[in-house]
């Protein structure tokens, strides 16, 4: 017997709805992931939010999350004036498990953007292949990439620019201001990210998540593990 049209929305909205609130009541205290950034600045500046140990080179890096802040409102101010990435921009990047690559992915939200994360394990010709259909006009690339970027560009005609995460790059943003001011709209429903599948079956396809299902994520885990604000996660 067929569901009547009252029924079907009735169990879409019990469906949406978490502990009897419904989906139209957001979970999460903030309007975006860069409000979140800026609230945690605010709350806890001296904590640390990030630990960084590179085991080849002995790299060692460690940020508050009021550096963690200032960091991503320097790399945001770079993005936005020097690349010209606003609201709905896709930003690709291609990089490593790296402190810079967290720092990028937050700073495009702060600015509403969209980031597809690319696997450099992948051949050269599904790279091309998701890399055009993100339609990602900017590249971060790590050094060791540029070269296999630069030979991929070629092929795809929407990539118009690569920015190598070099010396320069830091430098440029050492230069930018560390304040950036949070956008005032609710940014929840905002695409931030484009994680595609494995195409084992045919190409790769894009999996757009917006900011709130990435919240609304963050939020199921430290409920479901009962996380503390004085554990660590690697």
Known sequence: ??????????????????????????????????????????ETPDQDFLIYYNDDTGEHSQYTYAQFARRVAQVAHFLKSELGIGRGDCLATVSIN???TVFIYFACWSLGAVVAPQNVTEADERLA???ENAEAHVALVRPEYHERLLSLQARVPTLERLVVLDDAYHQALDAQ???????????????????YTSGTTGA???????????????????????????????
């Open 204 to 234: 790769p396809k894009g999996v757009e998540l917006v900011q709130y299902n990435l919240l609304a994520d963050a939020l199921g885990i430290v409920e479901w593990h009962g996380v503390t604000p004085d554990q660590r996660f690697m």
């Open 177 to 195: 201001p560390d304040i950036f001011a949070t956008p005032a709209e609710d940014l929840l429903a905002a695409p931030c990210l484009i994680v």
């Open 98 to 100: 790296h402190p810079d």
């Open 1 to 42: 017997m067929a569901e009547s049209q009252p029924d079907v929305q009735a169990n879409i909205h019990a469906a949406r709805s978490v502990r009897g609130i419904p989906s139209s009541q957001p979970l999460v205290p903030c309007r975006s992931l860069g409000e979140l950034v800026a609230l945690r600045a605010r």
């Open 129 to 131: 292949f998701i890399l």
